[in-house]
């Protein structure tokens, strides 16, 4: 059974800076493309980015391009999103995902086959 755990959620100032990880245990890590999502409170969940298999190729929507970055290191089964310049608007429950398809359309949420519990992300203002 394959398992995501969410970790380095928490409450921060605007400008200030986290770094989520997410470990993946129960299944071949190093084969899934992986992508973060985030869920506002009373909005939908949607993509941050995604990066693929071998860590080659990193997606993310405009709104966090040069603030964050998607990483992962697959000797240690974990993918971590480095958050910077945090904004209030970037309060929200992240998640992490893992798409074990050959093709990786990294912004569609019915892409992914397994989801972690979330961590929660608060950024004063």
């Known amino acids: 059974q394959v398992q995501l755990v969410e970790s380095g959620g928490g409450l921060v100032q605007a400008g200030g800076s986290l770094r989520l990880s997410c470990t993946v245990s129960?299944?071949?890590?190093?084969?899934?493309?992986m992508a973060w999502f985030r869920q506002a409170p009373g909005k939908e969940r949607t993509v941050v980015g995604g990066?693929?298999?071998?860590?080659?190729?990193?997606y993310y929507v405009d709104s966090v391009k040069g603030r964050f970055t998607i990483s992962r290191d697959n000797a240690k089964n974990t993918v971590n999103l480095q958050m910077n310049s945090l904004e209030p608007e970037d309060t929200a429950v992240y998640y992490c995902?893992?798409?074990?398809?050959?093709?990786?359309?990294?912004?569609?949420?019915?892409?992914?086959?397994?989801w972690g519990q979330g961590t929660q992300v608060t950024v004063s203002s």
């Open positions: 129960g299944g071949t890590f190093s084969r899934y493309n």
């Open positions: 990066i693929t298999s071998s860590g080659g190729r990193t």
């Open positions: 995902a893992a798409d074990r398809s050959y093709i990786f359309t990294w912004s569609r949420e019915d892409s992914y086959d397994y």
